[in-house]
């Protein structure tokens, strides 16, 4: 098992320099993430997957020399510990079934913004750090991740809320001790008191947060906030 306080991390396999490049700052934008290569072909790819050990890799389909249909169908014959998500232009059904059938993980089509590559890679985090640090899994606990993720999956926010800052919320209350206010959670992620309460409102509506009251020395009831236990 690898250790719980190490970033997620990833190779590109893209042959396009500039698309290289907004791939990296899309997913370094991501917390929990850090890109540790690149490779512009299968070839390349399937040495700096030998060479690295990645925890995942975000696969182009379209490349010089092998392919990534050709690099994943190699992987998986022989049985290498990666996962991998296709972030590709591809979008053929044939090609398609193929890679989900050789496992992917997601699959990202060309062009695509932040908001989606981000969407994919929180709900690999989120199973990735309940799974890959077990040693033995229960099937009430595989249910419970399976089912949880889905919910994930399906819920659309309310109008007025941004997946990107629902997760810098969320991704602070997992590194919180103690309940806070949403003044004190707004300072420590650079948003606004009443732009963090309604994600604060948000969470707890779905289940995810809980709120309790307290008092200040002047008396007035403060709100704080935790994630769920």
Do not use: W
Not at 7 to 28: A, K, S, T
Not at 90 to 113: I, Q, S
Request: no cysteine.
């Amino acid at each position: 098992m690898r250790d719980k306080n190490n970033l997620i991390q990833v190779l590109l396999v893209e042959d396009d320099p500039m698309v290289q490049e907004v791939n990296r700052m899309f997913i370094e934008k991501v917390n929990g993430f850090s890109v540790i290569g690149v490779a512009s072909s299968g070839e390349l790819g399937r040495k700096q997957i030998e060479k690295l050990n990645p925890d995942l890799v975000l696969l182009d389909v379209y490349m010089p020399g092998k392919d990534g249909v050709e690099l994943i169908k190699q992987l998986r014959q022989e049985l290498v510990d990666v996962d991998i998500i296709a972030v590709t232009a591809a979008n053929d059904t044939k090609t398609v079934k193929t890679l989900l059938r050789h496992g992917v993980l997601d699959y990202v089509v060309k062009p695509f913004t932040f908001e989606r590559l981000e969407k994919a890679l929180t709900q690999y985090k989120n199973v990735y750090k309940q799974l890959n640090y077990m040693d033995k899994v229960s099937q009430e606990k595989l249910d419970h991740i399976i089912i949880q993720q889905n919910k994930k999956q399906d819920v659309s926010l309310p109008k007025g809320l941004h997946e990107h800052t629902l997760n810098q919320v969320n991704d602070y209350l997992k590194s919180m001790n103690t309940a806070k206010s949403a003044e004190e959670i707004g300072n420590e992620v650079g948003l606004a008191r009443v732009t963090v309460r309604r994600y604060l409102n948000y969470l707890e509506t779905v289940g995810q947060v809980e709120m309790e009251l307290t008092y200040g020395t002047i008396g007035r009831p403060i709100q704080l906030y935790r994630l769920k236990q």
